[in-house]
């Protein structure tokens, strides 16, 4: 079943006086449960796609559908309210907040996404994540004091806590070194099967491709293969 669909999605922005299009023409569905690699040559828009598509900036043309209903055409304040509720994200670095522990920085999402659950089942929730993605252990740790994996490891935890439906990943395994990036990469791939979040994973790694279920390819702000 498809999930979420762009179509015709067209980002221009002012280079001086010229419009330069950064995005052409692009549509892209994402089924329910599968996880979407897009691959590209550096420059060829798989960023500005996965943020438009993730609601983090805006497009010039197109639209956007989730279940079947047009995000684009819901006001701002709704548009946040999905994204916070439905939506989890992944950069290429874990952007933890230094000041907070693990656990913190999971209690911190849960109450941006409006969970509603009592102290304690918050608390029990938080445990459990941290189980998932091996990290109980730094629950009280900070940022300073963790790997580059266990950060990342963290941000996956921080990304899903939430129950989302759809998980936007920019190239997370880009700063790790291959054997993290595979850890990483078949925790992202496991809770997507065991939780039934939907990916869409940009990459610039040949090995991680071989978790994706589909696989798109991007050149000069179109898909050319997918
Ligand atoms: N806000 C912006 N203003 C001007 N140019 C941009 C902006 N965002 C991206 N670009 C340009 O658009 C192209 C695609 O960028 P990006 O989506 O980051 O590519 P990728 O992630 O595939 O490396 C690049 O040439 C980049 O310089
Ligand atoms: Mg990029």
Redesign the pocket.
């Known amino acids: 079943m498809v999930l979420f669909e762009l179509t015709n999605i067209d980002k221009a922005?002012k280079?001086g006086n010229r419009e330069?299009k950064?995005l052409n023409d692009v549509d892209l569905t994402l089924n329910e449960g599968e996880l979407t690699a897009l691959t590209?040559p550096?420059?060829?828009?798989?960023?500005?796609?996965l943020t438009i598509a993730a609601c983090l900036q805006n497009k010039t043309n197109g639209s956007i559908s989730f279940k079947g209903k047009k995000i684009s055409e819901k006001n701002d304040g709704s548009i946040r309210k999905l994204r916070a509720e439905k939506f989890g994200f992944v950069f290429r670095h874990a952007h933890l907040v230094p000041f907070l522990t693990v656990g913190e920085q999971l209690a911190l999402m849960l109450d941006t996404a409006n969970v509603k659950l009592s102290k304690e089942d918050k608390n029990n929730k938080i445990n459990k994540i941290l189980q998932a993605v091996d990290m109980y252990k730094h629950k009280n740790s900070y940022p300073e004091n963790l790997s580059g994996g266990e950060r990342q490891r963290a941000a996956i935890a921080r990304a899903i806590i939430h129950d989302p439906e759809l998980l936007f990943a920019d190239e997370p395994t880009a700063s790790l070194d291959s054997k993290r990036s595979e850890e990483v990469m078949a925790l992202i791939k496991r809770l997507s099967q065991d939780l039934g979040i939907t990916v869409l994973m940009?990459t610039h790694d040949m090995d991680m491709l071989e978790y994706a279920d589909r696989r798109i390819e991007?050149k000069d702000g179109q898909i050319t293969k997918g």
Do not use: R
Request: charged share 15%.
């Open positions: 922005v280079n330069e950064i590209g550096s420059g060829s828009g798989k960023s500005t796609l940009v991007m």
